[in-house]
């Protein structure tokens, strides 16, 4: 029987219905069988499939989809950027390919870019001649500040700093979370130039009943309605206080690109990478939680307890996010690399939001047993941290390799995913495909 082309991809395929889909994909499945992925088919039909025969097949979990199949990505041309994956172009948003992110600072044409609205015109000239900063609310000496001004009347600090989108992983979602269908890569570190976050509002004079910031950008509603605001984010005073949330005017030592923010942006590590709002005019101290757009309803909040995936879960559920959980990824080799002999050092990055990392660990038998790697200390707080391991396959054949990390809370990643209605921090373990020939 004549096997019809797939119209869906094979993660869909797989959530609708995995016995059918071993059919489709395998050609046959054993009578009785409705396990799904891999173990209704045949060991030859599979390792057909992903290109060679998969020695710790016994160990694969009931459902994986094998990464050989589940990653898939297409590059296009954007300007300034090299190798992104484009998710939308209105608003503009595209990540990297974590093969690469190997840079422990992360290359301006390599930072991916999430937006919520239009890219202001002073932002695509590249002219901060007429911009200024406005920081008042509940201050006792309002400032209105240039680009000068920031530069010379205030000490410049320089640190590398992860940032990373909220929803980053929540193509993996199931059921689906609306928004971007980010894979891994909506993440960078970029050695960011500015002033403290903390020394500008000291000038400014916080009032104390302040208990939190909010933050206006240049950039326009999608509907072109001027009275409307694309986002609006703020953070508990607390957090604009700590001494690596900064006001950055330079990325990588030269201005901030269009795409990223020019001429000045927030930078709030750690936390979700709205917190870091783009093309900023405006901070605002405010004696109450900021209201502003996208810091109501279930934006960047997720159930304070656990539920079942499609679960309803009631508005007075959700709490904000603050700190981004630990998470990995493997730079080193794309997936899908060939392995020449027996032998490979793989590495890549790792980082834990307000924590740091304290070990990392790859597995290359889907968790049967666990290789400790060499794990080296972020350059300052707030920067992702390098790791590597070296490997030794016991035969040829296809393998993959999971990557976790360990906060320094003793928190780990895992395999499943913590499912939310909007597709909020998943940081399951990176893994990739790798073929060993001989």
Not at 65 to 77: K, Q, R, V
Not at 106 to 120: D, I, S
Not at 148 to 176: I, M
Not at 254 to 264: A, E, W
Request: aromatic share 10%; glycine share 10%; hydrophobic share 35%.
């Amino acid at each position: 029987m004549k096997i019809k082309k797939l119209e869906r991809g094979i993660c869909e395929l797989y959530e609708e219905d995995p016995e059918a889909a071993d059919y489709k994909v395998f050609g046959r499945i054993a009578e009785g069988d409705r396990r799904g992925f891999l173990k209704g088919a045949g060991l030859a039909a599979m390792g057909a499939v992903v290109g060679s025969t998969i020695p710790f097949q016994r160990n694969m979990p009931g459902g994986l989809i094998p990464a050989a199949l589940a990653e898939s990505h297409s590059s296009f041309e954007l300007m300034g950027k090299d190798g992104l994956t484009v998710l939308n172009d209105r608003p503009i948003n595209a990540e990297t390919p974590a093969h690469l992110l190997d840079d422990d600072v992360t290359p301006n044409n390599r930072y991916f870019v999430r937006n919520n609205g239009t890219v202001p015109e002073m932002a695509e000239k590249m002219d901060a001649s007429g911009w200024t900063l406005t920081v008042d609310g509940l201050v006792d000496n309002p400032l209105k500040l240039t680009l000068d001004d920031l530069k010379t009347k205030f000490t410049p600090v320089k640190f590398k700093l992860q940032h990373e989108c909220g929803g980053n992983g929540r193509a993996a979602f199931n059921p689906p979370a609306k928004g971007n269908q980010w894979t891994v890569g909506a993440v960078g570190n970029a050695e960011w130039t500015g002033v403290r976050f903390a020394d500008l509002l000291k000038a400014a004079g916080v009032q104390s009943s302040v208990i939190y910031t909010a933050h206006y950008g240049m950039d326009g509603h999608l509907s072109g309605d001027p009275n409307k605001l694309p986002i609006s984010r703020g953070v508990p005073i607390t957090k604009a206080m700590d001494p690596y949330s900064i006001i950055a005017y330079e990325m990588n030592g030269g201005p901030i690109p269009t795409l990223n923010g020019f001429p000045v942006r927030t930078m709030i590590p750690g936390w979700p990478g709205s917190c870091s709002q783009k093309w900023l005019r405006r901070i605002q101290l405010r004696d109450v939680v900021h209201d502003g757009a996208k810091m109501t309803g279930q934006a960047y909040r997720t159930p304070y307890y656990n539920v079942a995936a499609g679960e309803k879960v009631p508005i007075e559920a959700f709490k904000f996010i603050h700190s981004m959980p630990v998470k990995s990824l493997i730079t080193s080799h794309e997936s899908g690399h060939e392995v020449q002999g027996r032998s490979l050092t793989v590495g890549g990055q790792a980082w834990a939001g307000d924590h740091r990392v304290q070990a990392m660990h790859i597995t290359i038998d889907f968790g049967g047993t666990w290789i400790e790697a060499d794990l080296k200390d972020p350059p300052n707080p707030y920067s992702w941290q390098r790791w590597t391991a070296a490997i030794t396959f016991p035969e040829k054949g296809y393998y993959e390799i999971w990557a976790r990390a360990t906060d320094s809370h003793g928190v780990m990643q895992t395999f499943a995913i913590n499912w939310n209605p909007k597709g909020y921090l998943n940081n399951t373990m990176h893994r990739i495909a790798v073929r060993v020939a001989a």
